[in-house]
């Protein structure tokens, strides 16, 4: 199996069966719409059809506008058409995670270039709802409640144990995230996944709140990966 192939299978055969406090939810786009598998598998397959080891760039959960939908972490359909080349008919999307990720990604030189370098995703890769008001829902993070985050703790660990398997470099792992990186920290120091954990300032904390200095932000990611990491 290529890295590609590892993906696919992961993402197939994704299930959470835990209970969640009440007005949490989890969406799995790989159920929810029959699309979602087809364009996922097609991003994948030009992207990640090969053995190489990637750095792996850790979110919080998926957005319901992101990988909510497109299957790919931060990358709505907007940018899985423009910047990957795939196109997704049953569904428009736009996320601005997607889009502060995307110029970054451009950046670095490209979305194959970068993807041949990294791999993104998240310890809990379902995106999480919480319902505000009846049938009116919001992104919720795994670390909202101390509740809900023991509900996902355990299949955290061990989804973070399937994505180093796939082929990741457990020298190095950037986390997207202040709060984010806190827990991360917690279940790295119980299971000992990664050696180094670089902590960068999350897409949506910058397009929302230091969207003039994006371009600091986005040098800063590039010094983070260090230029001989580009092939």
């Known amino acids: 199996m290529n890295f590609a192939d590892k993906i696919i299978y992961f993402n197939q055969n994704l299930k959470f069966t835990g209970k969640l406090p009440v007005g949490y939810f989890v969406m799995n786009p790989f159920l929810d719409n029959p699309e979602t598998i087809e364009v996922m598998k097609r991003f994948y397959q030009k992207f990640y059809a090969d053995q190489y080891e990637r750095r792996f760039l850790i979110g919080i959960n998926p957005s319901r506008h992101g990988a909510g939908v497109t299957g790919v972490p931060f990358t709505d359909t907007k940018r899985l058409a423009s910047a990957c080349g795939v196109q997704m008919l049953s569904a428009r999307t736009h996320e601005i995670s997607s889009v502060y990720m995307y ?42 409640k101390p509740e809900l985050y023991m509900a996902v703790k355990d299949f955290m660990i061990e989804s973070l144990k399937k994505h180093i398997a796939m082929g990741l470099n457990q020298e190095e792992v950037f986390i997207l995230g202040k709060k984010n990186a806190k827990f991360i920290d917690k279940l790295n120091r119980e299971g000992k996944f990664f050696k180094k954990l670089t902590v960068l300032e999350h897409p949506r904390f910058i397009q929302q709140y230091k969207s003039k200095e994006r371009q600091l932000y986005i040098d800063k990611y590039l010094l983070s990966f260090h230029p001989s990491d580009e092939s």
Not at 112 to 130: E, G, T, W
Request: glycine residues 8%; proline residues 7%; aromatic residues 22%.
């Open 103 to 144: 110029d970054m990604i451009a950046a670095y030189g490209g979305a194959s270039a970068f993807y041949r370098n990294f791999y993104i995703n998240s310890p809990f890769p379902l995106a999480i709802i919480k319902e505000v008001t009846p049938g009116q829902f919001i992104n919720a993070n795994y670390y909202d």
